[in-house]
């Protein structure tokens, strides 16, 4: 109470001296201020504390913005408290997160009364020193799920490693991916008695991606795809919830769900993980240009850091890990001219293929290019995923066109549903789904801050009537009630006489009922460099690149024409891992 009445006052004695126009707007006052600015889901609510003429503490009270963003917050939090300067930049890749967080302290401070000069100084904080020259045993190029992965293995075998990081943040997709993990005869299929096998996961990754991946590296992935999932879990400490998600074209329900279905907690934990390693992450850093010796042997990285060029030099070897091309339009109509400037992209704003043109530069062979995927429900403003239309993913939701009707398997491949839903008029999709398929999927609660946002964007309806939440999308409302009396009378028959979805159908029941609209962006980039089995690079002439490894996206033939949802967490752990194992030789 007393906290409050001396915050009164002093609110109330510099409105007082504002309002006379006196001296003291030079003077900041000491108390507790909030503010509010839009990010990129909505509105970002803080308060904003001053003492002694300094900021002493932000705290953000309201958002809904994505987890994997709100890092970049807490970034910016720390840097106007570092500099006591709310002129920050924003944080690339959540730029719309980084203004509206801004804007949100901006107006705590105006709440103060004083003026905003005292607080917004033009010069900004050199860049932290840096040497020319580096030397470690392994140089890791991209700080996403791969590349920490591949960090972390190489430096508990005893490999002196640094991280090379372009973003101000590590994390890439995989920060912003719902982390998911295919692993067959995994704990919660277990406790579930489902069966599975590692040959039934094989044979799925093969089909799924039409026969296109490299068999050896496709087996690969699914007999270690059990082992990576376990080492994420007891030995880096992530958290996994105890349900699955049924990703289309899987024949069984097997992948694993990080805490709050985010790849935040990947990231969180394995970063907390190299810091253990004490193996130094340089953020800013772009890798330029790879470094060889007179026999052919990659030895180091040219990287650029603030206008300053760096050498690191690598003695055992540098891991490629930088992740896909999804971000570049320019690149992705090179490889694929359908897949170009038409689509958003739900990718980091990172990944713009940078390791596969420093690759091909020193002769590796790139293959798959042209396979490029879109994820079918996505933003239709932003191209983000949405990881509220995830009740799909437990079979709870239908996928329906302006017209009210069906028009594609709603458990299908990705790419299959994308080119349905290109077909559709408007080249969106409307998601369906009723009271009781939000309750027990929890999508509401599980991903709050994106529900919101989607709901205050006009992305999605809830209505007590199926007329009524048609009608907010101008939707044929009679087609739609007849194509949800068909499903429910396909649930009670046990078969889908239109479209077989696969798993148990659930019918509709009452309402409120949910409508959310999206459309495909660009998700995946299933092209990349030409690997072996120990993730050592090949060459155009079919012969290893010595000193030179690559894992995760920037990988290519493992997933063939179409890459399968969760099994690119299972391949960056999987692959980090042997990447790591393999340059410690
Ligand atoms: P993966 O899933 O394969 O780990 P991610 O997209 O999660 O891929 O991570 C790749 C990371 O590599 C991203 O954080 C991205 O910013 C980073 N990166 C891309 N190009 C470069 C580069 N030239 N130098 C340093 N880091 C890079």
Known sequence: MRKIMAMLLLLSLSLTSAACGNGAKDSIPDGTFEGTGNGRGGEIKVSLTMKDQKVADIEVLENQESEGLSEAMNMLKEEIIATNNLDVDVVSGATLTSVGFRLAVQDAFSKTGADKSLLLKKEKPAPEKREEKYDADVIVIGAGGAGLTAAITAAENGMNVIVLEKMPMAGGNTLISGGEYAAPENWVQEKEALEDSADLFYGDIMKGGDEESDPALARVLADKALEGAKWLRDEVGMIFEDYMLFFGGHSVERSLVPKNATGYEMIHKLTEKLKETASPLHLETKATELIMDENGRVTGVKAEYHGQIIEYTAKKGVIMASGGFGYNKEMRAKYNEEMGEGYLSTNSVGSMGDGLVMAEKIGASLVDMSFIQAYPTCDTQSGALLYVGDVRLEGRSILVNKEGKRFVEELERRDVISKAVLQQTGGVSYMFWDASAMEDSGMDVKHASEYNGLIARKQLVKADTLEEA????????????????????????????????????????????????????????????????????????????????????????????????????????????????????
Do not use: C, W
């Open 470 to 585: 048609a009608a907010f999308f101008e939707i044929d409302a009679e087609e739609l009630k007849k194509t949800v009396e068909n499903y429910n009378q396909y649930a009670k028959d046990g078969k889908d006489l239109e479209f077989n979805k696969r798993g148990n159908l659930v019918p509709f029941g009452e309402g409120p009922y949910y409508i959310m609209v999206s459309k495909p962006a660009i998700h995946h980039t299933m092209g990349g460099i030409k690997i072996n089995t120990e993730a050592q690079v090949v060459s155009t002439e079919g012969k290893v690149i010595e000193g030179l490894f690559a894992a995760g996206e920037v990988v290519g033939d493992i997933h063939g024409t179409n890459r399968l949802g969760s099994n690119a967490i299972a391949d960056i752990t999987v692959f980090g891992r042997i990447a790591g194992e393999s340059v410690s030789k």
